[in-house]
């Protein structure tokens, strides 16, 4: 599809669209909208546009379409594919100034919202309700950019991902046209799941302008414990056993020693440091939580646990925590000349262990540096890779490493992202995963979005 770059004309008309403050074309603006978290190259929008409501996004969107400009939706820009980068210029509609939670419906479990809202600020409202929204990248990410890219977090493997909250969404599709999808009732059989087809879209298929939510009481008792071990293959088993034991738990993550080490220096923790999985239960009785814990101990003793150390109170539960969710940020800045390949393979449980041996095959031998950082409850493997910038040789080894990783997670059932999306990094892996079911996901973008005006240049390789 050929696009049209912004004129004179197109930006005055956009211009009266929105309040004056709402519209830049500056380029430190641009430049700030240019890329995400991610290793992929900046690419600047023309125009970045803060919609306040649906009916500025439905005109702004009507007129792009109509003149053929892109569009590309942000929320906080912490996406680590490239996902809301404006690879073909046109505009960026940032939402960050539609951030009203519009109402509570503590009795239902339910939440309206704009999809500028940070989800820490969501839970941040709802601490004297009692209820929470679980979903946690970590990041401080947008319900709208959670929306797009069905983010998870470490909680995922107890609550769900996005997907699961999602009851009802407002979306302007690209003709300018809003339309409203699901329902605020817990469940319904009517017609085509169209939630489920916008989240995960990554803002290719319409904008969403508003979301309801559910919401879940937080846990009535909590238990966390961390138990380390001599290798990730010993912790690997056990993750399976904890899952298959059905102890359920709440968070069951992963993380390989350098990573403990890093987060001791960068956080002033003093823990082992080894392979170490942290794992958190919920339940509504201290002794139900006690019993489940003795469970897990036991099956930690099994694969030669090192230190099991259990009743974490909840400051220091939120301490450890917070320096997993801090992680991803600490190895950018420990690192300065490197860049970082983030692989995201998701396997079924069964698997995981050969996929922990296919990567240690992999890394073997290499020389490169990285981090395992793994949400093990959901098979979900975060290998962070360090690569030389500008080592063209050192990148293409990492490339092959990563494609010949993303094809084994493949083989043994799994997908090439488990909750990062598709963006620009994983478009390669699309008709590897999904052969002919790919020719449909288009057939599905372009009855949404005819001229390809929304995000062009991601998803589809
Ligand atoms: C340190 C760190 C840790 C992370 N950990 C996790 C993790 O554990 N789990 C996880 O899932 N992710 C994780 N992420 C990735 C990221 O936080 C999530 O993908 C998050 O959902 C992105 O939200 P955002 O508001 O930043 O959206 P953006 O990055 O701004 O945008 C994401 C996508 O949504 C589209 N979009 C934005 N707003 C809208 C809208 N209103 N309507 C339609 N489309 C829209 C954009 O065009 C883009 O395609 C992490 C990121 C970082 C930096």
């Known amino acids: 599809m050929k696009f049209n770059s912004l004129d004179e004309t197109h930006i005055k008309k956009l211009q009266a669209m929105v309040a004056r403050d709402c519209f830049t074309a500056g380029p430190s603006v641009l430049d700030l909208h240019a890329r995400d978290q991610s290793r992929h190259p900046p690419h600047r929008p023309e125009a970045v546009i803060w919609p306040t409501s649906p009916a500025e996004v439905a005109e702004v969107l009507k007129y792009a379409n109509a003149n053929l400009i892109p569009v590309t939706g942000w929320g906080s820009g912490s996406s680590l594919e490239g996902n809301p980068i404006p690879i073909k210029g046109g505009i960026v509609l940032d939402f960050s100034r539609m951030n009203h939670i519009l109402d509570i419906r503590s009795e239902d479990f339910q939440a309206d919202v704009e999809p500028g809202v940070v989800y820490q600020d969501l839970n941040e409202k709802l601490k004297y309700t009692g209820l929470f929204f679980p979903p946690d990248p970590g990041a401080r990410a947008t319900i709208g950019g959670m929306i797009a890219n069905n983010a998870s977090g470490t909680r995922t493997i107890y609550y769900g991902s996005t997907k699961d909250y999602a009851l009802r969404l407002s979306v302007v599709l690209a003709n300018g046209e809003i339309i409203d999808m699901g329902t605020r009732a817990s469940k319904t059989s009517s017609g085509y799941d169209l939630i489920r087809l916008f989240v995960g879209s990554e803002g290719t298929l319409g904008l969403v302008v508003r979301a309801t939510v559910r919401l879940v009481g937080l846990p009535a008792e909590f238990s966390a414990a961390i138990a380390t071990f001599p290798t990730i293959e010993a912790a690997g088993k056990v993750v399976f056993q904890v899952m298959r034991g059905g102890l359920n738990p709440a968070a069951l993550e992963l993380l390989g020693p350098e990573c403990i080490e890093l987060m001791n220096r960068e956080e002033g923790l003093a823990l082992n440091v080894s392979p170490t999985i942290f794992m958190e239960f919920h339940g509504s009785t201290a002794s139900q939580l006690a019993e489940v814990l003795e469970m897990a101990k036991e099956i930690c003793s099994t694969e030669g646990c090192d230190k099991f150390e259990p009743g974490l109170g909840r400051t220091e539960r939120d301490r450890i925590f917070k320096a997993r969710h801090d992680l991803g940020e600490m190895i950018i800045r420990n690192n300065p000349h490197s860049r970082i390949m983030v692989m995201d393979v998701a396997v ?33 493997v975060h290998l962070n890779i360090l690569g030389k910038k500008g080592d063209r ?51 599905v973008k372009s009855l949404f979005d005819p001229n390809g005006i929304l995000n062009p240049g991601k998803i589809f390789p």
């Open 348 to 380: 079924p449980i069964t698997a995981y262990s050969e996929l922990i041996r296919a990567i240690n095959e992999e890394m073997a031998g290499t020389n490169l540096a990285s981090y395992y950082i793994s949400h093990a409850g959901n098979g979900n």
């Open 393 to 443: 040789r050192q990148w293409d080894l990492i490339e092959r490493i990563v494609e010949r990783l993303v094809a084994r997670s493949l083989e043994l059932g799994g997908t090439a992202t488990g909750e990062h999306g598709i963006g620009l990094g994983k478009r390669k892996y699309m008709i590897a995963e999904h052969g002919a079911g790919l020719e449909w996901m288009k057939h």
